[in-house]
């Protein structure tokens, strides 16, 4: 969502429309550039939303997937596949149409779902850093962590992430959204609530997730020293060691996340707090939009590419649908060559069905003669 642009335009001192999603000119944008951008917008919802559906669903249907930290890991899926599969569609397709088709009620929920989405992708990545980190630090400890309390704080995440989007619906805005001209979803959005957003959903979640990868790995740099001298592991180090595998792999889904999401959330930090930049061209403003939302894309292939047990779910299952669909274009190639086995076994079986008929009659007529000749009829004798 255009978040600068329409925090930009609402100030304490006007109460002008909110024209952040409007679609550009041809004038202010590179008229190739205008074409390409639905596209890959498109193949990033396509993408996006059937991976993280995929991963939904083996989350669902496998037991063993069912682990503490994968429940992190479903639920920043869960909101990756609400920004790619409802508010990333509704604003390519105002984008495509130049006008917004639908109710105040779509472009409420177009907005409100993006900092849903927005908050919470950024409140997971910072509670599975937590949970990794504690499980390295105070292995013992978080042994006697219960699944129950993992989900009520994913739950409490998500209640948070739902508030703070509902806080425009609930107050904090000059006017109520409306469809204005008949093509331009007016939201009104204030400058200090999208700062809060930037600052307190995202950026503050970032910064402290790099501070605690930072204690990751030099816990794992200590390690290692220990390794190379040859000193005995004590029973820390023993648990702490395929642990260690686990936080570089959840590393780089939280390093693809934040290098796809911090041009965005700079540039729209600069253009709320008024920083004297130069302009940024369109271009390169939309350019930033399909990098974080390329994020939500990614991160199923990167699920099943760095997390064993996802691999090997997908693998079983992609195997599985292949075999089917192997089959199904046997049964599809050999389909024509049994119609035309069985429209030539229909026309020899009437043949010889024909053939048999008429040997029979012929038989019966035969039958018939003979009888006919050894029958004799009685003389006066034989009846005397």
Known sequence: MDTMSAANQNTSN????????NVPSSSSINPIFADIYPVFGV??????????????????????????LNCFLV?????????????????????????????????????????????????????????????????????????????????????????TALLPLMGWRIY????????????????????????????????????????IFRIARIHAIKIAKLQVLGEYERIRSPLFKGAKTLGKIAAVYLVCWLPYVIEAILKIS????PKIPREVHYTFLLLCYSSSAINPFLYAGL?????????????KVFSKISLLFQRLAALPRRVVSSLFSDGTGRGSNHNTDHGHHRRNRTRTRSGSSSFQQPTVDTVV
């Open 14 to 21: 006007t109460d002008r429309a909110n024209t952040s999603l």
């Open 43 to 68: 193949l990033i919802c396509i993408v996006g939303s059937l991976g993280n559906f995929s991963v939904l669903v083996a989350f669902l249907a496998h037991r063993r997937l069912r682990t503490k």
């Open 75 to 163: 639920s920043l899926a869960f909101s990756d596949f609400l920004l790619t599969g409802i508010s990333v569609p509704l604003e390519l397709e105002w984008y495509i149409r130049s006008k917004f088709i639908h109710g105040v009620f779509v472009c409420e929920l177009m907005y409100t779902i993006h900092f849903v989405a927005l908050s919470s992708s950024s409140l997971n990545l910072l509670a599975v850093s937590i949970y990794r980190y504690l499980t390295i630090a105070f292995p013992f400890s978080m042994k006697l962590v219960k699944l129950v309390r993992i989900l009520m704080a994913i739950a409490v995440l998500w209640v948070y992430s739902v508030i």
């Open 176 to 215: 109520p959204t409306s469809i204005m001209f008949g093509k331009i979803c007016a939201y009104s959005l204030e400058p200090e609530y999208a700062l809060f957003i930037l600052f307190v959903n995202w950026l503050l979640p970032a910064l402290l997730v790099f501070i605690l990868y930072g204690l």
């Open 274 to 277: 008024r920083a004297p930049i």
């Open 307 to 319: 997390c064993t047990d996802f691999r090997e779910v997908f693998s079983k299952c992609a195997s």
